[in-house]
């Protein structure tokens, strides 16, 4: 793997371990503990996971408590329905269609393979599981290890657009780098640890929702008061501040 750097103008040294958890310290002083992923239980978790695909969680969140309501959160159940049934209660989740089939094939496998036993799923090895788990229609990289780590706690930190955009800015990788550069970069600089690749996620979700929007809001950024050997680019201080201990 190539080597990161924080920008290729700062002369900065290679981000570390110790330099990922300063940030992250950050901003979980800032914003506390996210509690994220945002449901009730490991299928309802799934199930999100699926219908946030392209669209917000506003939306995707509303097709869930559709579900919810009719009591459809459980694979069986689903199965039961079909497409043409299932399609018009995720509505507000866009691309529904295509989605009631992605359900449904999850579904079909969690049932065959596991016998509907979330405990079985979640002590498949990680890899194995992924690999399946991607094989199925519809199910990208940032769907699946969102299944693996927040429904079955598996140490597989998440990516996504919001991580580009922070990351990008900050100078963790460029701008255009792929899902599996961006997510090697953290997963071979942190411990394998579900809890705070939950939460670091979470943190950048939050971060890219509120203030690194496509228009940042860097005045209002935790990031700002950062040392600056750390502090992003977009970011100016006047007020540099003592370097803490992760």
């Known amino acids: 793997m190539s080597t990161l750097i924080r920008s290729e103008t700062s002369g900065s040294s290679e981000i570390t371990r110790d330099d990922l958890l300063t940030y992250y310290q950050e901003l979980h002083d800032a914003y506390g503990h996210q509690g994220w992923w945002p449901s009730e239980g490991w299928f309802e978790t799934i199930v999100g996971a699926v219908l946030a695909q392209n669209v917000s969680w506003t939306g995707a969140s509303q097709a869930v408590s559709t579900l919810k309501k009719s009591g459809l959160l459980d694979p069986e159940a689903l199965l039961l329905l079909g497409p043409d049934t299932l399609a018009p209660l995720i509505r507000s989740s866009r691309y529904y269609n295509q989605k009631a089939v992605r359900l449904l094939v999850f579904a079909e496998f969690f049932m065959t393979r596991y016998r509907g036993d979330i405990s079985l799923m979640k002590q498949e090895e990680t890899g194995l599981l992924r690999e399946m788990l991607l094989e199925l229609k519809g199910f990208g990289p940032e769907t699946v ?85 750390l502090r992003c680019p977009f970011v100016i201080s006047d007020t540099p501040r003592v370097r803490k201990k992760p």
Request: glycine share 4%; with cysteine.
């Open 145 to 229: 290890d969102s299944i693996l780590l927040y429904a079955c706690e598996k140490p597989v930190f998440v990516v996504d657009a919001y991580t580009r955009r922070i990351g990008s800015r900050i100078g963790w990788f460029p701008v255009d780098a792929s899902y599996e550069l961006m997510q090697n970069f953290f997963t071979t600089r942190l411990f394998p640890d579900p809890d705070l690749f939950n939460d670091y996620h979470a943190q950048l979700v939050y971060l890219g929702t509120s203030i690194c929007r496509t228009k940042p809001v860097c005045e209002s950024c935790p990031i700002r008061q950062m040392p600056e050997d």
